[in-house]
């Protein structure tokens, strides 16, 4: 690759920052418009209503404010940042490469949010009432941080919301050649054994907890299973007819 190469590709990189860039200081300035609305609804909800936050510090609430505004830029800036590396590399891909890989995108960040909201509207509950029964029965008063508070729901949050990705991280090593719909099939148990110990970490140590979190990454697993056959066979026909 010749110097004149390097900087085409230099200057296409800068451009897709710049689009990148431009985009996260607008999500951020909605983010920062919106924050004190997504606070009070996150404290009007019937489970979290009961519990009072408290600041320690002066600037307790002005942080929370700004990591809220953060997040919500960074999590609407995802799916551009997807695209953008896919039209990066878009000119070193097929027509059926391009046009196959632009769909990982919307799945991607859909998962995501569906991590999101399973986390939030049913792991979350649990561990909080789990939390506040085992405080009460050491007979602690409960006096809750909002820093505290959100870095709570944020370890549980996050977590769950990466590991609805697993479809399409199986789907994207199915492509690539990496995995095989035998291969995933001949290691399922060990695929459940994993996701049954990270269930296990990331809820209450209670049977019907666990199920409530282990099952739907089982769930999980076995569509991503379905898709990745669906992929391998329909690469498998490609290969064999190149020419429909």
């Known amino acids: 690759m010749g110097q004149e190469d390097w900087i085409v590709h230099l200057t296409e990189v800068r451009k897709r920052l710049i689009v990148i860039a431009i985009w996260f200081v607008a999500a951020l300035g909605a983010g920062l418009y919106l924050s004190t609305d997504i606070l009070r609804y996150l404290k009007s909800q019937p489970l979290i209503g009961e519990i009072h936050w408290n600041v320690f510090g002066f600037t307790d609430g002005l942080m929370i404010y700004m990591k809220c505004a953060l997040l919500f830029a960074l999590l609407f800036t995802v799916p551009v940042f997807l695209y953008q590396a896919w039209a990066f590399v878009k000119p070193g891909l097929t027509e059926r490469e391009a046009s196959s890989a632009l769909p990982y995108i919307p799945v991607a960040f859909a998962l995501f949010l569906g991590g ?44 769950m919301a990466i590991a609805f990705e697993l479809p399409v991280v199986l789907l994207f090593l199915t492509k690539i050649g990496l995995l095989t719909p035998q291969l ?23 049977m019907m907890s666990h199920l409530s979190v282990t099952v739907p990454l089982i769930l999980l697993f076995e569509i991503s299973v379905l898709a990745a056959g669906w992929q391998w066979r329909a690469m498998q026909h490609r290969e064999a007819n190149p020419t429909t």
């Open 184 to 206: 995933l099939k001949s290691s399922r148990k060990y695929a459940y054994l994993a996701l049954t110990i990270t269930g296990s970490c990331i809820s209450p140590p209670d």
């Open 116 to 159: 999101v909201a399973f986390s939030y509207w049913v792991v979350f509950p649990m561990m909080v009432r789990f939390m506040m029964r085992m405080n009460q029965t050491v007979g602690a008063a409960e006096t809750y941080g909002i820093d505290n508070y959100f870095a709570f729901l944020f370890q549980i949050v996050f977590p």
